[in-house]
């Protein structure tokens, strides 16, 4: 049995959870989101709680006993509360900036990259290189980021490039003059 799975999650006050055969739909004050899960498990809403119980001996049963576990609670988590990332921009030169739905980005190339900002989701750019995505889908707010940063991955020698905010760079030592 899976470890995480068997915990039930806490329904907190102002949000809704309906499960029906195959969807289970989230609202709260920040929106609403739908998910839909397999035969494998079954989710149901008891005392204010979603607890989510194995069916079957399967190993893919036992993985998606977790799986929807963790699911449902990114989904009352992010009705509440929401999701951010931020991403640093290092370089000279480099910049982005919001204009209306789509971010354009300098990155030191001979063209901008324009991106179009995904439904659902809030960016923001300061002039000090920092781009702030947020939104109530964990995976659409981590997928656009991902995005985002694969423009221009940070490199290792100068620490240019696209970074999440918690990550560190390591970095290298160039190359020495061998005489």
């Given at each position: 049995?899976?470890?995480?799975?068997?915990?039930?999650?806490?329904?907190?006050?102002?949000?809704?959870?309906?499960?029906?055969?195959?969807?289970?739909?989230?609202?709260?004050?920040?929106?609403?989101?739908?998910?839909?899960?397999?035969?494998?498990?079954?989710?149901?809403v008891k005392d204010n709680e979603?607890?989510?119980?194995?069916?079957?001996?399967?190993?893919?049963?036992?993985?998606?006993?977790?799986?929807?576990?963790?699911?449902?609670?990114?989904?009352?988590?992010?009705?509440?509360?929401?999701?951010?990332?931020?991403?640093?921009?290092?370089?000279?030169?480099?910049?982005?900036?919001?204009?209306?739905?789509?971010?354009?980005?300098?990155?030191?190339?001979?063209?901008?990259?324009?991106?179009?900002?995904?439904?659902?989701?809030?960016v923001t750019a300061d002039a000090?290189?920092?781009?702030?995505?947020?939104?109530?889908?964990?995976?659409?707010?981590?997928?656009?980021?991902?995005?985002?940063?694969?423009?221009?991955?940070?490199?290792?020698?100068?620490?240019?490039?696209?970074?999440?905010?918690?990550?560190?760079?390591?970095?290298?030592?160039?190359?020495?003059?061998?005489?």
């Open positions: 049995m899976s470890r995480i799975g068997k915990l039930p999650v806490a329904i907190p006050t102002g949000v809704k959870v309906t499960v029906d055969s195959s969807l289970v739909t989230v609202e709260g004050p920040k929106g609403k989101l739908v998910q839909d899960y397999t035969n494998l498990v079954k989710i149901e979603v607890i989510v119980t194995n069916l079957s001996d399967l190993k893919a049963s036992h993985a998606a006993h977790g799986l929807y576990r963790n699911l449902v609670n990114n989904m009352i988590i992010g009705v509440t509360k929401g999701y951010t990332k931020n991403l640093i921009i290092n370089g000279v030169g480099y910049r982005a900036e919001v204009q209306g739905k789509l971010i354009v980005m300098n990155l030191g190339y001979s063209s901008d990259f324009i991106a179009t900002i995904p439904e659902g989701l809030t000090q290189g920092k781009i702030s995505i947020s939104g109530i889908n964990k995976q659409e707010v981590g997928e656009f980021a991902a995005e985002i940063r694969k423009l221009r991955k940070p490199e290792p020698y100068k620490g240019k490039g696209i970074r999440y905010e918690t990550e560190t760079i390591k970095r290298k030592v160039g190359k020495s003059g061998v005489k």
